[in-house]
């Protein structure tokens, strides 16, 4: 019942920033947590960041300090900011979403996107 859009991808220098945003349609948007996770060539799916309705937030290790996950209620959006990336940043990322936080930060949240493609070129 929930869609969500991730958009902002894109080919980016090592050390440079990108914003990802994830668009969600629903009234129910305000209640979800929601999480970002990605899958680079030749490896499985990790969790990235989540933010909870409220706007708490947990971030994996080898993004924190890095990466920061927002979001925006009004706009029914989730954001990425990514700064400092290096060529390991490379991935599909993918916005989830569900009405348990556990089960969003597990990868196992019921709404998905389509992903969108960040290239880092070193």
């Known amino acids: 019942q929930v869609q969500l859009v991730e958009s902002g991808g894109g080919l980016v220098q090592a050390g440079g920033s990108l914003r990802l945003s994830c668009a969600a349609s629903?009234?129910?948007?305000?209640?979800?947590?929601m999480a970002w996770f990605r899958q680079a060539p030749g490896k499985e799916r990790e969790f990235v960041a989540a933010?909870?309705?409220?706007?708490?937030?947990s971030y994996a290790d080898a993004v924190k300090g890095r990466f920061t996950i927002s979001r925006d209620n009004t706009k029914n959006t989730v954001y990425l900011q990514m700064n400092s990336l290096n060529a390991e940043d490379t991935a599909v990322y993918y916005c989830?979403?569900?009405?348990?936080?556990?089960?969003?930060?597990?990868?196992?949240?019921?709404?998905w996107g389509q992903g969108t493609q960040v290239t880092v070129s070193v």
């Open positions: 933010i909870s309705w409220a706007g708490g937030t």
């Open positions: 989830g979403g569900d009405l348990s936080y556990s089960s969003v930060v597990a990868g196992k949240g019921n709404y």
């Open positions: 629903g009234r129910t948007f305000s209640r979800l947590h």
